[in-house]
């Protein structure tokens, strides 16, 4: 199969691309430029999702599209509602057109109808607008995902590697799910070829959840590293995210590190049930202590 992959240049992109060639996959990224992609074996179109004039082209020829774009933090034009509800919208509107069937979309564990945070309501308008699209629709819910290079398991392990203490926003009791890239990778790239994933709605976590706080300790562990785990009030880390959200987007032009959607998103658990997903996919997720072991060997 050809498959036009949104959002590929990114940390799970560019392993459910891998993924994808490894299995005799033909693959196209559509990229606004700002980024690398892999190399020759990939065909690169350059667009953007929120330009939809640069969409046709991008799906003339593909047999799927796999929409993972999707941001954390907004800046400029860039966001929530018009990157994860828009973008997607009219990326369903160009498979349409170009008389695509088959639809994979990456969503987020804790996307709901009424949620808190913005980044989950957005991501909800996106749900509904694929499964209300009249195409052969796949959706994922990841949890955190974590492997070489993220964005969450590598940050905390970096500033161990030179601060007395870890922070934590708030109690630390909130329960997440940690899901190693390769098993997110592996149901992305298996699903163009599995019927048995039209229509659903599956969550991709690992095997059990765990408080933010033991996470933590887990990480320090299997770096080797004695640290500190220091919480820090709600209402300091809302005034340091408010003060972020407005100094980096007008004075860097780059999102902050950290918005107050995200300290709402951690008071939240993010679990799932991975049963589902393993049953129509036939593998078994891998746990976090299994993927830490893998990400930080000793001896």
Known sequence: MKILVTGGSGFVGRAIVERLLSRGHAVR???????????????????????????????????????????????????????????????????????????IHMSALGTRPNAVARYHRS???????VRASGLDWTIFRPSLIYGPGDGFVGLFARMAQWSPVLPVIGTGQSRVQPVAVEDVAHCFAAAPRTPGSVARTLDLCGPRPYPFDQVIRMILEATGRHRGVVHLPLPIARLQAGF????????????????????????????????????????????????????????
């Open 29 to 103: 990224v559509l990229a606004r430029g700002t980024r690398p992609t892999q190399g020759g074996a990939i065909e690169t179109v350059q667009g953007s999702i929120l330009r939809p004039e640069t969409l046709p082209a991008a799906c003339q020829g593909v047999d799927a599209v796999l929409h993972l774009v999707g941001i954390i933090s907004e800046v400029g034009d860039q966001t929530f509602e018009r990157v994860h509800t828009e973008g997607t919208r009219n990326m369903l509107d160009a498979a349409r057109s170009a008389g695509l069937r088959r639809f």
């Open 123 to 129: 991501k909800w308008e996106a749900e509904q607008a």
């Open 244 to 299: 972020l959200e407005s100094v980096f987007p007008r004075m860097l032009n780059q999102a902050p590190p950290l918005n107050r959607d995200q300290i709402q998103m951690l008071q939240e658990d993010n679990v799932g049930d991975p049963v589902p997903a393993s049953e129509v996919f036939g593998f078994a997720p891998r746990s976090f202590e299994d993927g830490l072991a893998r990400l930080f060997p000793r001896g």
